[in-house]
């Protein structure tokens, strides 16, 4: 809704997304996001945790920039170290009272960390390979 009222008249969201470049790979990474995020949200909201419901907000925030194309390389070291970040958080803050919710939380944050390392690995990869295309 707040998307909506901040674009200009005639304008529409998908005017401001690129995702004709995303593969599977990346669809799979927002999939995990939004799981974890609003899991975050959720679970913040439900413990009475702010921070846990901030680091939710944090999660869905990236997605919406990744959406936007605002720079996916970035995005993928920032989402790696800030979903590692979550484990000893989640580890000192739960110490002794893990919840099924947060294992299924931190496989998923797992998937996400290799999955962000294989698409950042292939960013870098195709980047290089357009460097020397264009030195060449």
Same mark, same amino acid.
């Given at each position: 809704?707040? !998307?909506?009222? *901040?674009?200009?008249? /005639?304008? &529409?969201?998908? +005017?401001?997304?690129?995702? %004709? +470049?995303?593969?599977? &790979?990346?669809?799979? !990474?927002? $999939? #995990?996001?939004? =799981? &974890?995020?609003? =899991? ?7 413990? /009475?945790?702010?921070?846990? +419901? *901030?680091?939710?907000? /944090?999660? *869905?925030?990236?997605?919406? $920039?990744? #959406?936007? %194309?605002?720079?996916? +390389? ?21 110490? /002794?009272?893990?919840?099924? $919710? ?5 496989? *998923?944050?797992?998937? $996400? ?5 294989? #698409? ?17």
């Amino acid at each position: 809704m707040l !998307a909506v009222c *901040l674009m200009p008249m /005639g304008q &529409t969201v998908s +005017s401001y997304t690129e995702t %004709d +470049s995303l593969t599977t &790979t990346h669809w799979l !990474a927002i $999939l #995990l996001v939004l =799981i &974890t995020g609003v =899991i975050h949200v959720y679970a913040g909201f439900v413990e /009475g945790r702010v921070p846990v +419901s *901030l680091a939710g907000v /944090g999660f *869905l925030g990236a997605a919406v $920039l990744f #959406l936007l %194309d605002y720079r996916r +390389s970035l995005l993928y070291i920032v989402g790696i170290v800030y979903t590692a970040v979550q484990f000893p958080l989640w580890y000192v803050a739960n110490a /002794g009272e893990f919840t099924t $919710l947060g294992y299924v939380d931190k496989i *998923l944050q797992g998937a $996400l960390i290799v999955v962000l390392t294989y #698409l950042y690995w292939k960013a870098r990869k195709t980047a290089n390979k357009d460097r020397e295309a264009t030195a060449a």
